[in-house]
């Protein structure tokens, strides 16, 4: 191992020394905060933001205090139905009748002003047939024979942050572990290729073996530095952001002891994997241009197990999923962020088959080292 040792320190040495590597870092470190801080202003817009709703028409007594609590601003026009169009955000004709909605379902501030007007004219109604049934000397309550008190077990600002946290978490770990090491695997592999370096150095008496360790060793060790910088200032930032009030202070994200020892276990595990599957590649490739194409459907295969966690968040796997890899650290960091604790056989699960990928990823890198006539192919 102790070819290995010394590949290893030449690798980071030349690493160190590659400036893209370390512009890839630096900017993930300094873009997620920023991302995280633009998303969080917009969805603090979003909430806080009062939307109008042009009318026509009388409208009942006491509603239009319940429009102004709810952040929709009344404005008389005279068509509210061509005014939903583009002047006002929804529009709403008062008849004998009853009440009329025009909006545009494919206008963003249209569903959000619907929401909010669902919302009142629920309220609206309840209170008016509790008053009617009141002066006629019944008691309202007959309209709730069954009464429910809801006891959340924990605070819905916390949830909202561990529910914010579980997609954003994952997602940086996985991209962070692909993306902060692939150059310099592609740089180790079919940039020595291209600049005739690797050929001389398979020639040296350490086993290649040895020599493929110290290389999958050092990208490794980038990848690993690239996605604890990238999520360490993405907790800075998030440490920044209020999610809400719990219990009378501004809730902050923060992350717990158990889920950032599974976070960088499973960091190590999908660093050392991605790390030998992008030697492979790059072994196979006559030059840097051409590792890359080799490399681009990896950005899909790792986007796609976090978008499930977005587009199905109550997704409840059995024990067979964890054994896909990517999704496997995906769900086992999600649980570990929302419920607080962590199903060590799912984990035992998911680091066998990391475990197994990255000796596969391994064994091809190594397969393709010993090819004698791939390795001299011009």
Known sequence: MKAGAIVFRKEMREILRDRRTLIAIGLAALATPLVLFVISQVSTRTVAQAYTVGYTGTMPAGLDVLFNATGLNLKLVDDPAEAAKQQVDIGIVFSDKGLDEYYDPTRQSAQIADIRLQAILSKYDAAKVAASLQAKGVDPSVLNPLPVSVHPLSSPAQ???????????????????????????????????????????????????????????????????????????????????????????????????????????????????????????????????????????????????????????????????????????????????VHGTVAWTALAVTTLSLVVTGAVCFYAALRLFTREALLVRS
């Open 159 to 337: 949830a909202a942050g561990n529910s914010f946290l579980s997609f954003f978490l994952p997602y940086i770990l996985i991209t962070m572990s692909l993306t902060g090491g692939l150059s310099a695997a592609l740089d180790t592999s079919a940039g020595e290729r291209e600049r005739k370096t690797l050929e001389s150095l398979l020639l040296t008496p350490a086993p290649r073996g040895n020599i493929l360790i110290g290389k999958i060793l050092a990208v490794s060790v980038i990848s690993l530095v690239a996605a604890i910088a990238a999520i360490t200032s993405m907790l800075i930032a998030l440490s920044q952001i209020s999610f809400g009030v719990s219990q009378g202070e501004p809730a902050h994200i923060g992350l717990s002891p158990l889920a950032a020892g599974v976070m960088i276990w499973l960091a190590v595990l999908l660093a050392a994997s991605f790390a030998s599957l992008t030697i492979a590649l790059g072994t196979l490739a006559r030059n840097f241009r051409q590792g890359q194409a080799y490399a681009t459907p990896l950005y899909f295969i790792t986007i796609f197990p976090a978008s499930i966690v977005l587009f199905i968040p109550d997704f409840n796997p059995s024990l067979a999923y964890y054994l896909i890899p990517i999704l496997n650290a995906v769900l086992v960091l999600r649980d570990v962020i």
